[in-house]
């Protein structure tokens, strides 16, 4: 079972299939990798994808602390160094279009092309 460990300790469950450049793929809000499986083999016959579980689902840990979009960027950077990646391109669906932007913002150096699905910039709270 691959796990991460994001900075705080909490530790995150990925999957990994395909190869080619390495794609993200961030699912949204109360959502695991399962959402993906539809498309996760036609997405892997072209890259390397990474499908993991947000903080709180499916098999990564439930931490009883506040979430934060930051927070879900930083745990998809310590997805990413786990897995020795240096720059990822990243698809996010809904809230996963949110932690996408917020990961373009804080470590725009990390990403390569990002898709932002059915999603918004979010609002002041």
Known sequence: M???LAPDG????????????PLLLVAGQSQDRGL???????????HRVIAFDLRG???SDKPETPYSMRGFADDAIAILD???????????????????Q???ID???RLGA????????????
């Open 2 to 4: 691959p796990t991460a």
């Open 82 to 100: 786990d897995l020795g990646i240096r720059r990822a391109h990243a698809y996010g669906l809904s809230m996963g279009g949110r932690i996408v």
């Open 102 to 104: 917020r990961l373009a």
């Open 10 to 21: 909490t530790r995150l469950y990925y999957e990994v299939s395909g190869s080619g450049a």
């Open 107 to 109: 470590h725009p150096s």
């Open 57 to 59: 689902t499916g098999d």
């Open 36 to 46: 993906w499986n539809g498309a996760r083999d036609d997405f892997a016959a072209h």
């Open 114 to 125: 990002i898709v932002l699905g059915c999603t918004s910039p979010g609002n002041a709270h």
